[in-house]
């Protein structure tokens, strides 16, 4: 059974540009997070997602950045007009229900230049 | 809001010594979760704790869970090298979801 995978796993991005991640939740797996990973620090918590569905998303800019997790495909991190702050680690982690062990993907490096 | 904080932050221990990492958070949880994590790399789960007096262990760690104190505690016995990383604890909230409240980290060194 395949981990959770994660592209790409490096993204260099200009100040304006978009930045798309990508994640593919283990086989079984109906639950989606997304976390954020500044240097140095631990990971905070953006966005809750089930198939077609946000079920939270208070950790999430409320400008610039969105999610999705389609019926068909992955789910998909999106951000608008990215700016030096955001650049960081986005990790996706899955779970097959509501309370257990989250399973982290290798991640994405965003550089924003 | 639930705030997770662990210490210390940075630990550099000798090979075949004991120490202890601690992981306090403010809000009532019953699930808090250890995870490991080498340079550059993504987080591995350790332990999961449910319940108010689980203990779990596996190889030289331990880990316990306090949730009257809100403390679970990390032990290491007989540090090796091998287990420099980073560790997490984080503890899940939110009936609709289980979303993560990571502590800051402790960075672990073993020394030869």
């Known amino acids: 059974n395949a981990g959770v995978m994660q592209n790409p796993r490096h993204l260099v991005r200009r100040r304006g540009q978009e930045a798309r991640l990508r994640c593919s939740p283990m086989k079984g797996h109906s639950h989606v997070y997304w976390y954020r990973q500044l240097p140095e620090e631990g990971l905070k918590f953006m966005v809750y997602l089930q198939k077609e569905n946000i079920i939270d998303e208070s950790g999430m800019p409320k400008e610039r950045f969105s999610a999705e997790f389609p019926k068909e495909g992955p789910s998909i991190l999106r951000i608008q007009q990215v700016v030096r702050g955001d650049s960081a680690a986005y990790f996706c982690?899955?779970?097959?229900?509501?309370?257990?062990?989250?399973?982290f993907g290798p991640g994405t490096r965003l550089t924003v230049l | 809001e639930l705030k997770v904080e662990q210490n210390p932050l940075f630990l550099s221990m000798q090979e075949g010594k004991n120490y202890t990492i601690y992981c306090n958070y403010s809000t009532t949880s019953d699930r808090l979760y250890w995870y490991r994590q080498d340079p550059g790399k993504s987080l591995e789960s350790l332990f999961v704790l449910l319940s108010n007096g689980a203990v779990k262990q596996e190889g030289r760690l331990m880990a316990s869970l306090d949730t009257k104190a809100r403390l679970s505690t990390l032990h290491i016995t007989a540090a090796v090298h091998d287990l420099s990383a980073t560790y997490f604890c984080a503890v899940g909230y939110n009936n609709a979801g289980n979303m993560l409240t990571f502590g800051g980290g402790t960075r672990l060194m073993v020394k030869p």
């Open positions: 982690a899955s779970s097959p229900a509501t309370t257990d062990t989250q399973y």
